[in-house]
Structures are given as structure tokens and as C-alpha cells.
């Protein structure tokens, strides 16, 4: 029978039958999905100014990364792995640039941001250090933040990045 599982992280619902491993829509880690009945929303709280700041480069670190995606699948569209691949990576980094404006209250900007650097193993290259740079600012934003919920967002982020990370360094191999 299908159970309804809701992500605590990004809020998406899965209709399963057992609990999913990682959240299909942000990445997070398995601890993060229960059942909707112990669902409640991560944003809306008051972000310190420490917590806002953060929250503000994160979100341009995910627009820029979902448009950076988006434009490497289409410019991958005979190399079908990648165009799966990179299209897989651009709706997460959308869901979770989507939670950050939601914790902000502000509308969601235009995704743009970098361009494919032109062949597969380049933006390999590039995803793994944009993946090691956001983990790393989302340590330190986990650090500086006071909020359980602002806690819980990076930590789930930071599972989801490295994630990414080692995907592109396997695919390098
Ligand atoms: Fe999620
Ligand atoms: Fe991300």
C-alpha cells in the first residue's frame, strides 16, 4: 500500500510504498522524510542577521548553480548520460534554491549563471569544485546559524552537495 512520506527539508511529498532512501526532489538524507502527519514546514521562521546574510548567498549559489546545470544538459544533448546526468543535478539545486527564497520570503529570481565550459570532462571538473565550494559555505553557514530549522537546511545541503561531488569524481575516473 502506498504511504504518503513528506520531505522536512524541501516539503515535497512521495507516495511510496516504504520510505524513500534520499529525497528525489532535494537530496536529503533519509532521516529528514516522514510521515505527513509529523510534517511541519522548515521556513517561516525569523532568520538572525547573520542567518539572512547566509541565506542570501546561498540562494545565489543555487541559482547559479541550477542555471550552470541547465545550460550543460542542453549543451549535452548527444552525450544523452550527461543531459540526464546534469538535468538530474539542475532540478535539486532548483529545490533548493526555491526552500532559500521561501526562507527569505522573496520571490524566486531568474535562474542565470555560468555557461557549459564545453565538453563533458570540463564540466565534470567545474562540478566538482562548485560542489566543494558550496559544501564548504554551507559548514560555515551551519556554524553561524542559531536556528534548529536554518541547522537542519545546511546539514541536509551539505549531505545533498557532497553527494554531487562524489558523483562528478567517479565520473571522472
Ligand atoms: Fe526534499
Ligand atoms: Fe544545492
Not at 75 to 85: D, H, I, Q, T
Request: hydrophobic share 35%; glycine share 6%.
Amino acid at each position: 500500500m502506498l504511504k504518503l512520506f513528506v520531505c522536512q527539508i524541501c516539503g515535497e511529498p512521495h507516495l511510496a510504498v516504504s520510505k524513500p532512501s534520499d529525497c528525489q526532489f532535494c537530496g536529503a538524507p533519509e532521516r529528514f522524510i516522514g510521515m505527513v502527519e509529523d510534517y511541519s514546514t522548515l521556513w517561516g521562521i525569523t532568520l538572525t542577521a547573520e542567518e539572512k546574510r547566509d541565506m542570501e548567498a546561498t540562494l545565489e549559489l543555487e541559482v547559479n548553480a541550477t542555471a550552470y546545470y541547465r545550460d550543460v544538459a542542453k549543451a549535452n544533448e548527444k552525450y544523452e548520460k550527461y543531459e540526464r546526468l546534469f538535468k538530474g543535478l539542475a532540478r535539486v539545486e532548483k529545490e533548493h534554491a526555491e526552500v532559500a527564497a521561501k526562507f527569505l520570503g522573496v520571490t524566486l529570481p531568474e535562474f542565470t549563471g555560468e555557461k557549459s565550459k564545453g565538453d563533458p570532462k570540463a564540466d565534470l571538473e567545474r562540478t566538482q569544485k562548485l560542489e566543494t565550494h558550496a559544501a564548504a559555505k554551507y559548514r560555515e553557514f551551519f556554524a553561524n546559524a542559531t536556528n534548529q530549522k536554518t541547522k537542519d537546511f545546511y546539514t541536509a545541503l551539505i549531505y545533498a552537495e557532497n553527494g554531487h561531488r562524489e558523483h562528478a569524481e567517479a565520473e571522472l575516473k
